[in-house]
T-cell receptor, first 116, second 110 residues
Framework: DAGVIQSPRHEVTEMGQEVTLRCKPI?????LFWYRQTMMRGLELLIY????????DSGMPEDRFSAKMPNASFSTLKIQPSEPRDSAVYFC??????????????FGPGTRLTVL | RKEVEQDPGPFNVPEGATVAFNCTYS??????FFWYRQDCRKEPKLLMS???SGNEDGRFTAQLNRASQYISLLIRDSKLSDSATYLC???????????FGRGTSLIVHP
């Protein structure tokens, strides 16, 4: 299995630009998570999908952030407009089934975002 | 009190040493617990799940203390390759939504 795939791996953009991060979960996994990691705040859960449906988006910082999962094999996290404080590493993770009692998560390699 | 708390370290130990990390959690209804390992500039990877009865995987032992609401990770015979950040994960009580601790940094030196 290829594991969780994220693109791009690195993104450098200017303040005010739109940024779209992409994720392909492991085939057969029903749950998908988006995280943001910074030195100051550690690893924060932004949003979680189960069977393509957003279940908990309480971690999404503000309206500038949005996430979609149009099908079981693809998700996007969009930031519009981007700000320098959005600079972080964004991870996508998938798990077999939340609620199964184990639900170990498998992480993608992350997207390192820098907003100038 | 934070949902999940860990001592950030760093723990600086010589090869061959035994080192233990604790992680406390605030929600007594939490049901699932894990330890993840994260190498510098890499993604977190599952190290081991933590079961109620405690579990061992080679040099690693994980334990859960529900009464005191903490989990622990014991590493015996430390190797240089064990140097990493160890993240404690607790699923929020009543759900399976994970909360990550800030991590404990371990440095194993020759």
């Amino acid at each position: 299995d290829a594991g969780v795939i994220q693109s791009p791996r690195h993104e450098v953009t200017e303040m005010g630009q739109e940024v779209t991060l992409r994720c392909k979960p492991i085939s057969g996994h029903n749950s998908l998570f988006w995280y943001r990691q910074t030195m100051m705040r550690g690893l924060e859960l932004l949003i979680y999908f189960n069977n393509n449906v957003p279940i908990d988006d309480s971690g999404m910082p503000e309206d500038r952030f949005s996430a979609k999962m149009p099908n079981a094999s693809f998700s996007t996290l969009k930031i519009q407009p981007s700000e320098p404080r959005d600079s972080a590493v964004y991870f996508c993770a998938s798990s077999l089934e939340v609620g199964s009692g184990r639900n170990e998560q498998f992480f993608g390699p992350g997207t390192r975002l820098t907003v100038l | 009190r934070k949902e999940v708390e860990q001592d950030p370290g760093p723990f600086n130990v010589p090869e061959g040493a035994t080192v233990a990390f604790n992680c406390t959690y605030s929600n007594s209804a939490s049901q699932s617990f894990f330890w993840y390992r994260q190498d510098c500039r890499k993604e977190p990877k599952l190290l081991m799940s933590v079961y109620s009865s405690g579990n061992e995987d080679g040099r690693f032992t994980a334990q859960l203390n529900r009464a005191s609401q903490y989990i622990s990770l014991l590493i015996r015979d430390s190797k240089l390759s064990d140097s990493a950040t160890y993240l404690c994960v607790v699923n929020r009580g009543g759900s399976y939504i994970p909360t990550f601790g800030r991590g404990t940094s371990l440095i194993v030196h020759p």
